[in-house]
Nanobody, 113 residues
Framework: QVQVVESGGGLVQPGGSLRLSCVAS??????????VSWYRQRPGAEREIVAE???????KYDDSVKDRFTISRDNRKNTHYLFMNSLRSDDTAVYFC?????WGQGTQVTVSS
């Protein structure tokens, strides 16, 4: 079955950078990547989308991360990345990737001094 495994979370200082990776395994016919989305869930808040990419519609970012976060993919490795720069304390959240209809398990990102 399809598995989405996310990694790269951790503790970073404000202004720092972090790269999250999301590997989609066994993503073969009849499944396809389709849209890759990144979500986050802050403590006590609902899950919200922060960025998404599709080959048809391009890439979109939430205003809260625009010009700071960048998503990309390596199709040969079925790997998707979220590059996080200029991190702020309010970026602290559990981050999730979604590849097509499949969700990753989430990874904790904590931005603190």
């Amino acid at each position: 079955q399809v598995q989405v495994v996310e990694s790269g979370g951790g503790l970073v200082q404000p202004g720092g950078s972090l790269r999250l990776s999301c590997v989609a395994s066994r993503l073969t016919f009849p499944f396809k990547v389709g849209t890759v989305s990144w979500y986050r869930q802050r403590p006590g808040a609902e899950r919200e989308i922060v960025a998404e990419n599709s080959q048809n519609a391009g890439t979109k970012y939430d205003d809260s991360v625009k010009d700071r976060f960048t998503i990309s993919r390596d199709n040969r490795k079925n790997t998707h990345y979220l590059f996080m720069n200029s991190l702020r304390s309010d970026d602290t959240a559990v981050y999730f990737c979604k590849v097509g209809i499949f969700w990753g398990q989430g990874t904790q990102v904590t931005v603190s001094s």
